[in-house]
Structure formats: C-alpha cells, structure tokens
C-alpha cells in the first residue's frame, strides 16, 4: 500500500539540510509499504498486515527509540534566552503555519509561552491558543508573561505523559517545538494528537537535526533524524505534508491526518 505522500511535495530550501534526492529516498523507504504483490496472498486474497501495523502503532509499540529527559522548569532561562528568536529564526515556523483568526492552536509543550505568546496575537481575540504542558511551574510562567503582556486567548492545560488534554476534533494545528523526542509515552501521545485535528487540522513538528552538523550544540538525545521521525508518524496515522529545511538548526515538519488511517478507524 502507498503511502498517500504528494511526491511533488518536496522538500523546500535544502541547502543547508539533507540533499533533495536525500529526503526523497526517506520518504519512500518510510512511507512506501507492501508492493502490490505482498498485499495480495498466493491464493489471492487481500493481506491485511498494514492493517494490523496500524492497530499496533495506536500504543506506540513500534516506536523503540529512547526518550530524552524532560528539560524541568529550570531551564525556563533557556527557553527565554536573549536572542533566541533570531538565533532559531522562530518567526519562520509560525509563518509556514499560515495562521488564520480565530484559529485553535496547541502549543504542546508550551514551557513559557515563547511561541504561545506570538501566536495568540497571530489568531486574533476570536482565536484561542491551547498552551500546554506537563509541568505545572511552566504553565505558571507562562500566565505571568502572559499578564504582562496583555495576552487573553491563551488557555494553559496541565497534560499528563500520555495524554495532553484537548477537544477531540477542535484542534486547527497543533505545534511541538523540540519536545516531542522528549515525550515518555509517544505513542499514546500521537494517538491523542491525531483524534485532536479538526478536519483540516495540521501538526508542525520542530526537532533538533541529528545529520550533519548544524544541530552539533545540541545533545544527540535532543535531535532527531528525518527517517526516526517517519518511522514512528506514520505508522500512528500522520501522513507528511511538507519537509521545510531552511531553519537553520532544526528540521520542520508538516503533518496531516492519513485518509487511509482516518478510514480504518472508522473516523470522519
């Protein structure tokens, strides 16, 4: 079965990431699965093995990479650090969101609120930024920058490892902003976010990258690879929209809900 990845989708500005042909390779490795001569048995009938792969990745059991530490509320000073903004060029992953008014966001894993906040102005007062995080001193942070700077459209949500709290189907995009490699629980994470997205919701996903040497200041638990990525998201229903290399550390991602997934489970 074929992955249902647009192979005219490839991805953008990549001369500081991967090589193009590079990135096409991985997407089909992953995304590619049986040939049409392994979906059918030798007597003909229909091979349901993906179908099961897909009830299997629901609780994360194909995902064997271990997770990092989550960073504690002491590293608030890093999330905030003076110039961080232009250091990571932040507003270019809210402007490849294309953001409308009124909006629903996810922030998961929101710490302080350093994209929460740029972000509540972007969906206007009709719009609502989801800011969530395990740690209840982050979300305390985050509601005094808030205060200060005068922002009302920002609910924080204290989530749990394997469960980040939000509306089934209410969510317009959801962003994860160098954390998902910290999640404890990844698949039932994923399982969560995915029965979140409304039905043209969108996740951006921000990791670290592990080739090459652009994310070499970061630890190798922190980074991820494109294939890494892959390998656990699409097996629990994403399908890739988008591989945007023009960050200059870190990988950004776009993803959607898989049709074939969304159909299996019997969804929308």
Same mark, same amino acid.
């Given at each position: 079965?074929?992955?249902?990845? *647009?192979?005219?989708?490839?991805? #953008? =500005?990549?001369s %500081? ?19 049409? $001569? !392994?979906?059918t ?6 091979d349901s ?8 990745? #629901?609780?994360?059991?194909?995902? @064997?990479?271990k997770p ?19 250091e990571? !060029? ?9 953001? #409308?008014?009124?909006?629903? /966001? $996810?922030?998961?894993?929101?710490? @302080? ?9 972007? /969906?206007?007062?009709?719009g609502k930024?989801?800011?969530? &995080?395990?740690q ?15 922002? @009302? ?6 989530? =749990?490892t ?9 969510? &317009? ?5 160098d ?8 698949g039932?994470m ?6 979140s997205?409304s039905? #043209? ?9 592990? +080739?090459? @040497?652009t ?11 494109? %294939?890494?990525?892959?390998? +656990?998201w699409?097996? $629990?229903?994403?399908?890739?929209? *988008?591989?945007?290399?023009?960050l200059?550390? !870190? ?18």
């Open positions: 079965m074929m992955c249902a990845v *647009d192979l005219n989708l490839r991805p #953008r =500005e990549l %500081r990431g991967l090589p193009a042909l590079l990135c096409l390779a991985l997407l089909l490795v992953v995304c590619v699965g049986p040939t049409a $001569a !392994q979906e048995s030798s007597d003909g009938s229909h093995s993906h179908e099961t792969n897909d009830s299997a990745a #629901r609780d994360g059991s194909h995902i @064997t990479r990092a530490h989550v960073m504690g509320v002491g590293g608030a000073p890093w999330l905030e650090r003076e110039g961080r903004a232009a990571e !060029q932040s507003a270019l992953v809210i402007k490849a969101m294309e953001l #409308r008014d009124g909006d629903v /966001v $996810a922030d998961i894993g929101c710490g @302080t609120g350093f994209f929460s906040r740029p972000m509540a102005r972007q /969906v206007g007062p009709t930024i989801l800011a969530v &995080d395990i209840p001193g982050m979300l305390e942070l985050l509601g005094r920058l808030c205060e200060k700077e005068g922002i @009302t459209n920002v609910e924080p949500i204290l989530g =749990e394997a469960d980040p709290k939000l509306p089934a189907g209410g969510v &317009d995009w959801i962003l994860l902003v954390v998902y490699h910290e999640f404890q629980e990844p039932p994923l399982a969560k976010m995915l029965e997205l039905p #043209r919701g969108r996740v951006a996903l921000v990791e670290y990258r592990k +080739e090459g @040497t994310g070499k200041h970061i630890k190798p638990e922190h980074t991820m690879t494109v %294939r890494e990525v892959l390998s +656990e699409h097996p $629990a229903g994403f399908e890739l929209v *988008d591989l945007l290399e023009g200059p550390s !870190q990988h950004l991602f776009i993803f959607r809900r898989r049709p074939d997934y969304a159909r299996a489970e019997g969804r929308e």
